[in-house]
C-alpha cells in the first residue's frame, strides 16, 4: 500500500547530538513537509520541498536541516543548535497541485532530549 | 501573513448530539484550501474534508460537514450524530501561495471529547 514511512517512532537524544528522522514515501507526491507538534498545541512548519534539490525554510527552521535528495525521501536533522528539540515530529506530503491537494501524514516521530 | 486562529481549546458534546468546531483564518491569496485533520490520542492526523475558496456549496463528507462563510472568513466544522470515537484533537489547516510555493498552516487545535 502507498504511504509514508517514518522512522524511528521513538528516539532519544544526549544534549549536544545531531539526530537525523527519516520519511519515505511512495506516493508520487511533489512536495513534502516536516512539521513539529509540541504538547497540547497545533503543528509548526519547519521545512517543505516542492521538486527535487530544492526546499524553503519554515516558521521555525533554526536548528533544523532537510535535503531532498530524492523525490521519496526528506530527511530532517534536528541539530544541536535546536534549543528545545524534545518534540513530536510529523511528515507529511501532498500531490503538487495547487491548494486542493490533501496533506498524507506519516505516523510520526517523537524525539526525546535527555 | 496568513492565519489559521481555533478558540476553542476544548469542547464536550453528548453523544448522537451535534458540535461545531470554529476555525477562522486570515490570507490576502484570492485562492486558498480550507481543511480539517483529525488527530486520535495515537498521533496519526487524518483528513477529514476539504473546501475550495471558490467553491459555491459547503463541502460534506458524511457526518462532516464545513460551514464556510468568506466575507466572515470562518471554515467551522460541524459533526453530526456524535460518536464515542469522535473524541480527538481537531485541527483546522489552510493551503495557500506564498512567495508562488504552496505551504500549509495549522490552527492550534481543539480537543472534542464525547461523553456517552
Known amino acids: 500500500d502507498g504511504g509514508i514511512t517514518q522512522s524511528p517512532k521513538y528516539l532519544f537524544r544526549k544534549e549536544g547530538q545531531n539526530v537525523t528522522l527519516s520519511c519515505e514515501q511512495n506516493?508520487?507526491?511533489?512536495?513534502m513537509y516536516w512539521y513539529r507538534q509540541d504538547p497540547g498545541q497545533g503543528l509548526r512548519l519547519i521545512y517543505y520541498?516542492?521538486?527535487?534539490?530544492?526546499?524553503q525554510k519554515g516558521d521555525i527552521a533554526e536548528g533544523y536541516s532537510v535535503s531532498r535528495e530524492k523525490k521519496e525521501s526528506f530527511p530532517l536533522t534536528v541539530t544541536s543548535a535546536q534549543k528545545n528539540p524534545t518534540a513530536f515530529y510529523l511528515c507529511?506530503?501532498?500531490?503538487?497541485?495547487?491548494?486542493?491537494?490533501?496533506?498524507?501524514f506519516g505516523e510520526g516521530s517523537r524525539l526525546t532530549v535527555l | 501573513a496568513q492565519k489559521i486562529t481555533q478558540t476553542q481549546p476544548g469542547m464536550f458534546v453528548q453523544e448522537k448530539e451535534a458540535v461545531t468546531l470554529d476555525c477562522t483564518y486570515d490570507?490576502?491569496?484570492?485562492?486558498?484550501?480550507l481543511f480539517w485533520y483529525k488527530q486520535p490520542s495515537s498521533g496519526e492526523m487524518i483528513f477529514l474534508i476539504y473546501?475550495?475558496?471558490?467553491?459555491?456549496q459547503n463541502a460534506t463528507e458524511g457526518r462532516y460537514s464545513l460551514n464556510f462563510q468568506k466575507a466572515r472568513k470562518s471554515a467551522n466544522l460541524v459533526i453530526s450524530a456524535s460518536q464515542l470515537g469522535d473524541s480527538a484533537m481537531y485541527f483546522c489547516?489552510?493551503?495557500?501561495?506564498?512567495?508562488?510555493?504552496?505551504?500549509?498552516?495549522f490552527g492550534t487545535g481543539t480537543r472534542l471529547k464525547v461523553l456517552a
Open positions: 507529511a506530503s501532498s500531490i503538487l497541485a495547487g491548494d486542493t491537494g490533501e496533506l498524507f
Open positions: 506516493l508520487n507526491h511533489d512536495a
Open positions: 520541498s516542492q521538486i527535487v534539490n530544492d526546499f
Open positions: 490570507t490576502s491569496d484570492p485562492s486558498y484550501g
Open positions: 473546501q475550495g475558496s471558490y467553491d459555491q
Open positions: 489547516a489552510m493551503s495557500s501561495t506564498t512567495s508562488g510555493t504552496y505551504k500549509y498552516i
